[in-house]
Each structure stands twice: as structure tokens, then as C-alpha cells.
């Protein structure tokens, strides 16, 4: 199939280098562009707690993080998880791919043992996970560690590959970009050629900005990769 990837680079281009390898023909254009904060001072962490890859390279970027490699750390979900690991990370303890995964996983912990859990977090949250944490009597401090900011256009190459009918569907993996995509159809008046594509979700929160574009719309049976990929029809070449 011809597929567009709409998630942040770096995923972006790892998720394209997957699915080339299935034999699909890949669009990477990018819906949000990550951008990282300058790291905080003073942060003494007894634990780690990451949403996100790029929660992960927002953490190693800050000079402290270096001493914090042993500390426990709980991951979203598995690709989250193996970055930590691949960047050092001896303690690493992953939940099953969504917010309430993590939340089950860290519940199961004593919060006296935990003491403070750093959280590298997005300045846009689809979930509050300190707040429910918080709830459960955890101490969690929270630090804006990256921004992810909406594309302004679809580009050029996903412009003419809609008008052209050379696309065949496209991969969604948070609500936000699902968002973003949707605004720069319906600006570029592309709503219709979006409504003839098949539209891949990681999950029910990504699926939801994507209802009214009309499209078939598939959703991931877990919220990860492989069970994205799962959904797609194998490769056909012309």
C-alpha cells in the first residue's frame, strides 16, 4: 500500500523503515514538530515515570540525567521502554501502551519506595497522569520537558499524492496529530480525496479528531506498532 506517516520524526522515520521493510511505499510528513525545553535544575529523583520516546530524549538531554540511570523507571509501553533501556536505563519497568496501563503498573508499588517520581512530561497531555497519581498518594513532580508544535501544511509531496489519488491510507498515533492532519485537510479543501483513504489509529483517543473525514477507519487492537501494522493489508505493486 501507499501509506503516509504522520507521526514526529524521529519515529517518524523509524515507523516508515518498518513498514518499507513489508513492502509498502511510505510518505513521512510529520503533523507535529517536537522541541525540547531547556532541562530543570535541582531535580532529585528517587524514581522515573515516561509517556513518550520523546519524554526519554527530552530526559538524557539534561546534564543530571546521567545519575539517575539506576533509578526505577516506569515506560508507557514497550517502544518507550526499549529507548530507556538502549540510553542506559538498568531499572526499566513497562506498562502495557496507555495511560491507565501505567497507572496499574506504578500502583502496584508502595509510594513510600518510590519517593519522588520525575516525570519528563509533554506541555499537552491526553491524560493527567501526575493528577491521578497524586490521587493515589504518589509524589510525583512534574516538568514540562518538550512541546510538540502542529505543521502549518500538508506539504507538497502529500499534496499531490491526495489530488493524484496516490495514496492509499495513513498510520495516526495520538490525538493531536490526528488533529493536526485533519485542520490541513479541511484548509487545503482536501476533505473529500481524505475521505477515500483507509485510516490507521494506535488507539480510540487517536481515532476520535479522524471521525468526520469519512475514511475507513481502523484502530489498533493494543496500543503499539506491531498490532498497527497488523491492520494493513500486505504490499501490492502495480
Known amino acids: 500500500m501507499r501509506l503516509l506517516v504522520t507521526r514526529p520524526e524521529t519515529d517518524a522515520a523509524e515507523t516508515a523503515a518498518k513498514l518499507r521493510a513489508l513492502g ?14 531547556p532541562p530543570p535544575a535541582g531535580m532529585k529523583p528517587d524514581s522515573l515515570v515516561l509517556t513518550s520516546r520523546n519524554g526519554v530524549r527530552a530526559l538524557v538531554r539534561w546534564p543530571d540525567a ?18 530507556l533501556r538502549d540510553e542506559g536505563f538498568a531499572d526499566v519497568r513497562a506498562a502495557g501502551g496507555d495511560a491507565e496501563a501505567l497507572v496499574a503498573l506504578i500502583g502496584n508499588e508502595d509510594p513510600g519506595k518510590l519517593g519522588t517520581i520525575l516525570y519528563p ?16 498518594d504518589y509524589r510525583v513532580a512534574r516538568v514540562e520537558a518538550y512541546r510538540a508544535e502542529p505543521a502549518t501544511d500538508l506539504g507538497e509531496e502529500v499534496t499531490a499524492a491526495l489530488r493524484g489519488g496516490k495514496l492509499d491510507g495513513a498510520l495516526f498515533f495520538s490525538a493531536r496529530t490526528s488533529a493536526a492532519f485533519v485542520r490541513l485537510i479541511e484548509a487545503a479543501g482536501l476533505a473529500p480525496e481524505a475521505g477515500a483513504l483507509d485510516l490507521y ?5 487517536a481515532a476520535a479528531p479522524l471521525g468526520n473525514l469519512g475514511g475507513r477507519l481502523h484502530v489498533a487492537e493494543r496500543p503499539d506498532l506491531a498490532s498497527l501494522a497488523a491492520l494493513i493489508p500486505g504490499a501490492v505493486r502495480e
Not at 24 to 37: G, Q
Not at 73 to 81: D, I, Q, S
Open 24 to 37: 509498502h511505499d511510505v510518505i513521512v510528513r510529520p503533523m507535529l514538530e517536537v522541541r525540547f525545553n
Open 66 to 83: 546521567s545519575a539517575w540511570r539506576g533509578l526505577p523507571a516506569f515506560a508507557v509501553g514497550a517502544e518507550t521502554a526499549a529507548l
Open 121 to 136: 512530561a509533554p506541555r499537552e497531555q491526553a491524560a493527567d497522569l501526575a493528577g491521578r497519581l497524586g490521587a493515589k
Open 201 to 205: 489509529a494506535l488507539s480510540e483517543q
